[in-house]
């Protein structure tokens, strides 16, 4: 019996998350559609909504993304000096220091955070709307919510992400250098030089690519949890903390896939 | 719509008449503000306006607010009566000068 | 006489379902061009439900909506939106966008839908917002509101392109009386300036009974009485009495399903 029921929850499950990730399909598919259609049919996407979008989540959150990379680079050289002393090896840190933030920490970090800043804020925004009616009243306006609402998140978020993340990449690689300079006792400009050497475009292009990945997934996981929100003020915290559980869940998942797939 | 500019005794007469709604209003506007422009002293004919929606209003407004502070004479001729009703509706009767014909307006 | 006159609401046999739940079991309503009509019950009784459906919020289980005749069950997208154009909504609370002032908020119909000049919309918000009493209101932001403010202002832009059809949804809930009688007389008075056709959904009789030329009571997601004031007054019928006397309604009970609820046992076990 109780096999049973489990069984049937496992299964019930199962059809929401497929629904899930079919609703998030959808909301993909109808902000591309809004994007490239819309023009045309004189129901454009709003250029200033972008770019307001684009401040809220980019702008502003560049000092928290450097000071974040700084400190990130700065362990992976505190770690990385510590793990090639017992090889005698620590001025070979610079490639593990140069190697790891571009391919993978600066997108995780940025991805987490905006994620933790903007995902949220949009699953708020839009669920408090709900809440309110307002994106009833959108509708009967005659405005596709995800038009004025999903597509400009959704283009902001693809520009500012990947910059974001070449921001980091900057900060990270910085704070490994002062730390290095300081422990090992490599000079700020051999180490730039080492770095230079070590990095090719493919390693940097490895990390914004995920951050166009991690853009989509954000938006689309924001606004679909923004949109599910019932039942007042505290559905609304409840989808909010949801949206960001579930993008870093997220998060995690497409980048180990990703690196599986780009790394062997 | 139907416009017509006629010239009597120095003013210009701009007569409108059925409906101006959302698609014409547009051009209702253009021809008042090019007659207030020209400073020309102005008298709008609205005994043939069938129907008048806020867009149309909103023109008149305009046109009477750029006439004032342009110093030149505007006023509103023998509005018909789906038309007063708007003006009523948004106290507007107590705003623009009214005329009950052309010849009450050249006095 | 009302018989004679254009229906612009055309509701036949309308069936929803909220999940497994059918919440209106095939209702039937026209809506003259130029009338108030009121459509009132209790909670419960489907009224909002209906409402929704009438907006083409939501795609019925079966049934038709024609509106303005065009039947919104089934058309697209591009047509829907050309009928919104003419379609004005107030929500039962406000729903102004936050984000946005007042003026803003009325405004944005008319950004969306029109390429009128900026100093034409500015004039007509305005003008939307001085026949609420919100003159010299626009620069405000929704959160400065009083709750009979945000109404008001809900209405303005819902009137903002001087739609035909006017849906207003409870006016009068939550406001103190004099608030809620004003916007009984603005109705009124817009009906008889724009010769809109107005739809008002409330529980509140008073109101109801000061502007409607015809009232629908639903209960229970059904019609139970379409007529004049003075029909609905006189009505003989049971349920629509304990509605305007305020009566709660009175159920005969099956003791052994009540039984079988409070105990939640099935009842061949009991």
């Known amino acids: 019996m109780n096999a049973l029921r489990g069984l049937e929850n496992l299964g019930r499950g199962t059809v929401r998350a497929v629904e899930e990730v079919g609703y998030l399909g959808a909301l993909l598919a109808e902000s591309l559609y809004w994007l490239f259609v819309g023009p045309f049919r004189k129901q454009p996407v709003r250029v200033e909504a972008v770019f307001q979008q684009m401040r809220q989540v980019g702008v502003n959150a560049v000092p928290i993304v450097l000071m974040l990379a700084f400190g990130v680079g700065v362990m992976l050289a505190i770690q990385g000096i510590h793990t090639m002393k017992t090889f005698g090896a620590e001025s070979k840190v610079v490639i593990g220091i ?62 500012v992400v990947p910059a974001l993340t070449v921001l980091a990449d900057i900060a990270a690689l910085f704070g490994g250098a002062v730390y290095t300079s300081l422990d090992v006792g490599i000079s700020l400009a051999a180490y730039a030089q080492d770095t230079a050497d070590v990095l090719t475009v493919d390693d940097v292009m490895q990390g914004v690519n995920k951050a166009f990945v991690f853009a989509v997934l954000i938006a689309l996981i924001g606004a679909a949890n923004g949109f599910g929100a019932t039942g007042g003020a505290e559905g609304v915290g409840k989808v909010t903390t949801r949206s960001v559980v579930m993008s870093i869940s997220a998060i995690v998942m497409a980048d180990m896939l990703f690196t599986f797939f780009l790394t062997r | 719509m139907q416009h017509a500019i006629t010239e009597r005794q120095g003013a210009s007469v701009l007569s409108l008449g059925g409906e101006i709604d959302l698609s014409n209003s547009p051009q209702a506007r253009k021809l008042i503000l090019a007659e207030i422009k020209a400073g020309n002293t102005l008298a709008i004919d609205l005994s043939g306006v069938s129907y008048i929606d806020s867009s149309g209003i909103a023109s008149l407004v305009e046109g009477y607010q750029k006439a004032k502070s342009g110093g030149s004479r505007f006023g509103l001729v023998a509005v018909s009566e789906p038309a007063m009703k708007v003006l009523k509706l948004a106290r507007l009767d107590q705003v623009f000068p009214l005329f009950a014909s052309v010849d009450d307006f050249l006095v | ?120 919309i500015e004039i007509m918000s305005r003008l939307k917002l001085e026949l609420v009493n919100l003159g010299g209101f626009d620069r405000l932001m929704p959160a400065q509101l009083s709750g009979g403010m945000v ?25 103190d009386p004099v608030v809620s009688a004003e916007l009984d007389e603005l109705i009124l008075k817009l009906r008889d300036a724009l010769n809109m056709t107005i739809v008002v959904v409330t529980h509140e009789l008073d109101s109801a009974f000061k502007i409607a030329d015809r009232i629908t009571v639903l209960d229970q997601g059904d019609i139970l009485l379409v007529g004049t004031v003075e029909e609905v007054r006189n009505s003989d019928n049971r349920r629509v009495q304990d509605l305007l006397n305020r009566r709660p309604r009175e159920e005969v009970i099956d003791p052994d399903a009540y039984m079988a609820r409070l105990t939640d046992t099935p009842l061949n076990e009991l």
Not at chain 1, 111 to 117: F, N, S
Not at chain 1, 142 to 154: D, Q, S
Not at chain 3, 155 to 166: S, T, V, Y
């Open chain 1, 98 to 159: 140069a190697l790891s933030v571009t391919r993978e920490f600066s997108s995780l970090i940025v991805g987490i955070l905006v994620a933790g800043r903007s995902g949220s804020a949009m699953a708020a925004r839009i669920g408090t709307m709900v809440v309110n009616q307002e994106i009833d009243a959108l509708r009967v306006i005659g405005i596709n919510p995800v038009r004025y609402l999903v597509a400009p998140a959704l283009v902001a978020l693809l520009i």
């Open chain 3, 1 to 120: 006489m009302n018989s004679e006159r254009e229906a612009v609401i055309r509701v036949r046999d309308l069936v929803t379902h909220y999940g497994e739940r059918q919440i209106l079991k095939g209702v039937s309503l026209d809506v003259h061009a130029g009338e108030i009509m009121v459509i009132m019950g209790g909670s419960g009784s489907g009224k909002s439900t209906f409402l929704r459906f009438l907006l083409g919020l939501h795609q019925p289980t079966s049934g038709s909506i024609e509106l303005l005749g065009q039947d919104i069950t089934q058309l697209d997208s591009q047509g829907m939106y050309e009928l919104r154009k003419k379609m004005g909504v107030s929500f039962q609370g406000g729903a102004l966008f936050n984000s946005m002032t007042v003026g803003e908020n009325v405004q944005l119909p008319l950004r969306e839908h029109t390429e009128l000049d900026d100093a034409t």
């Open chain 3, 151 to 175: 109404k008001r202002a809900a209405l303005a832009r819902a009137i903002a392109m001087d739609p035909r059809l006017l849906f207003f949804d409870e006016p009068s809930a939550g406001l």
